[in-house]
């Protein structure tokens, strides 16, 4: 038996092979990340004599090139924690931390854990690019946050209140009222020192050419607010560039959101558990995308605990002789994305009260009960996770679906 340790990094792994007993096959040498070079890897594994498992990190997506070849030339690639990797002894006092000596340990914890190793199955292409748009969606709500925070602080100085006179939700194209009045009436002199007459008239025509509905009460509010405003920053040229362009970046930002988030929507319902997973209450077209996004095909996971492990919900053990602590941290090893992604459905489900809802009567059991509010939402999260996985589970059986052909279903 071939225990193979690879250490991946940006464009180049180092690779060492292991037998038992501390039997060297080949020393730690590096592989670059080409296709010619990852090729020549591969057939010098399947020349080894005996059975060959290749063993690494699960880091980002530097991995991926490296498993998808190998796996494709038939030989067992299993794709590790890296805290399952970091926590592995390394028989010694000395703390050595270079690319040959984690090539090797990553080697000596495949032939230690050599019946237990799971095989890395590479994802089929929409799952792949439902995962990609995930990551981006987040990056880019990020962003937008900052970008309205940042928005908001500057309309603190020249137009306060702005915000507030607004409740208007964001439209499909990701424009919002409040931005775009922002935009056009950027220092309050901008309404203040109009008549109120021409004022009402021009918001009247802003209203019609951003396809917004005009109360006459609004305008006739906007005009009385603002000549008791106090702006802190006077009207002028830097003043209007700066609110512009910040109005500008937070509407690009939030267009970015919302293609992101149908182009998700779209790519999460050709698959076949999405029916499933959308009927669940508290899940949408945008939380829905996400949790098959993050939790992927629910055939790799051996059980529901393996679900709940993978998103970190799960509570730790803490117990050690006469000790057993009953009140434990969750373990938060998981995906923190899937972990927002619950969270929030937690909280739809709370602001709605669905009376007949299971998640939602085991979370109101939990608060009733005088639960802190992390424990008792990560304790619906828990829940609710088993039941998605009951629910894909039975529901991939009854289409009779087999698992995807690993070697088709490589991304293009």
């Not at 690639?77 to 040959?100: C, F, H, M, Q, W």
């Amino acid at each position: 038996m071939n225990a193979v340790g690879i250490d991946v990094s940006k464009g180049k792994s180092m690779v060492a092979v292991l037998r038992p007993l501390g039997v060297v096959v080949a020393k730690p040498f590096e592989v670059n990340h080409t296709a010619s070079e990852l090729g020549e890897l591969a057939r010098f594994l399947k020349s080894l004599d005996g059975e060959t498992k290749v063993v690494m990190e699960h880091t980002g997506r530097y991995y991926e090139p490296v498993a998808q070849v190998i796996h494709a030339q038939g030989l067992l690639v299993s794709a590790v924690n890296p805290l399952l990797i970091r926590e592995y002894g390394g028989n010694s006092l000395r703390r050595v931390k270079t690319d040959k000596a984690d090539s090797k340990k990553m080697a000596r914890y495949g032939l230690d854990n050599w019946a237990e190793l799971r095989e890395y199955t590479p994802m089929d292409t929409i799952r792949y690019e439902l995962k990609t748009l995930n990551r981006q969606f987040h990056l880019a709500s990020k962003n937008r946050t900052a970008c309205s925070n940042n928005l908001i602080a500057l309309l603190d100085q020249s137009f306060p209140g702005v915000r507030d006179w607004f409740d208007s939700p964001v439209r499909e194209d990701g424009s919002q009222k409040w931005v775009d009045f922002a935009r056009a009436f950027w220092h309050v002199d901008c309404v203040r020192s109009r008549s109120h007459t021409a004022f009402v008239e021009r918001y009247q025509r802003w209203c019609k050419s951003h396809r917004y509905n005009f109360r006459l009460e609004k305008a006739e509010e906007i005009y009385r607010q603002s000549s008791e405003m106090i702006a802190l920053v006077p009207k002028s040229n830097t003043t209007k560039l700066l609110v512009q362009e910040a109005a500008s970046q937070l509407l690009n930002l939030s267009r970015m959101v919302e293609v992101l988030r149908a182009e998700m929507n779209r790519l999460a319902a050709q698959l076949p558990e999405y029916s499933i997973v959308m009927s669940m209450y508290g899940v949408g077209k945008s939380f829905g995308p996400q949790l098959m996004a993050e939790i992927g095909d629910i055939r790799r996971f051996a059980g529901k605990q393996s679900l709940v492990a993978f998103a970190g919900v799960d509570p730790m053990v803490n117990q050690s002789g006469m000790k057993a602590s009953r009140s434990n941290k969750s373990s938060k090893r998981g995906s923190p994305l899937l972990r927002k992604t619950l969270f929030n459905v937690m909280s739809c489900l709370l602001q709605n009260a669905p009376p007949d809802e299971p998640v939602f009567q085991f979370l109101d059991r939990k608060r009733a009960e005088g639960k802190p509010y992390y424990v008792y939402m990560t304790a619906g999260a828990n829940k609710f996770l088993r039941i998605y996985f009951g629910k894909v589970r039975d529901h991939l059986a009854a289409l009779d679906m087999p698992p995807p052909d690993d070697a088709s279903a490589l991304p293009q």
